[in-house]
């Protein structure tokens, strides 16, 4: 069983919609949590750094850790065509070795 | 500009054939890493390094080997011993609260 499980996707919505990401984990020690934006053939950019359990917000963007449930969701608010991409969520016991979900790639139509 | 330059953007090796992977930064960071990233399995680390003259195994290492002689540089060298190298690499740095910042990639190919 992998540390960190993230669904795939593909996930398609269209233009406006909210986009809901999840993944789940096992280790419970895991208390840094990020989420990165990739798009095809480009370097990971990060969009949502947590430490603690609670909501987060950035814009359009809003990150949740509910680490009872171990579990983290990233919300897409007003999704743009330009919001298509993978997105990776990724996870730490301390600063330095990140495991990463296999990524949801995200398809948002006009 | 600050960031992490990663060179080159494409390559491509024949069997039996080392080659190496260059990434700079000029953030000041002191840590760098490499991952590597296959379509459907997320990114594994291959590598770290958190100072100068130091650096670590991930949980991929076999095959590859690096070198860290200066804060900015951190070489990565694919070996003949690296399988199935096909794939694409990313390296990456942070300042050590846990945020890593990736370069462009190098996507390799084996001829």
């Known amino acids: 069983q992998k540390e960190v499980e993230q669904d795939p996707g593909p996930l398609s919505v269209p233009e406006g919609a909210i986009v809901s990401l999840n993944c789940t984990y096992s280790?419970?020690?895991?208390?840094?949590f990020m989420w990165y934006r990739q798009y095809s053939r480009k370097g990971p950019e990060l969009l949502m750094y947590t430490y603690s359990s609670g909501n987060k917000e950035d814009g359009r963007f809003t990150a949740q850790v509910d680490k009872s449930s171990k579990y983290i969701s990233l919300f897409i608010r007003d999704s743009q065509p330009s919001d298509s991409a993978t997105y990776l969520c990724a996870m730490s016991v301390s600063w330095g070795k990140l495991q990463f979900g296999a990524g949801t790639q995200v398809v948002v139509t006009p | 500009d600050g960031g992490i330059t990663q060179s080159p953007k494409y390559l491509f090796r024949k069997e039996g054939q080392n080659v190496t992977l260059s990434c700079e930064q000029n953030?000041?960071?002191?840590?760098m890493y490499w991952y590597r990233q296959d379509p459907g399995q997320g990114l594994r680390l291959i590598y770290y390094?958190?100072?100068?003259?130091?650096?670590q195994k991930g949980d991929i290492a076999e095959g590859y080997s690096v070198s860290r002689e200066k804060k900015e540089s951190f070489p990565l060298t694919v070996t003949s011993a690296q399988k199935n190298p096909t794939a694409f690499y990313l390296c990456a740095s942070d300042r050590g609260l846990g945020e890593q910042f990736f370069g462009p990639g190098t996507r390799l190919t084996v001829l």
């Open positions: 280790n419970s020690a895991f208390q840094y």
């Open positions: 953030l000041n960071h002191d840590a």
């Open positions: 390094s958190q100072i100068v003259n130091d650096f």
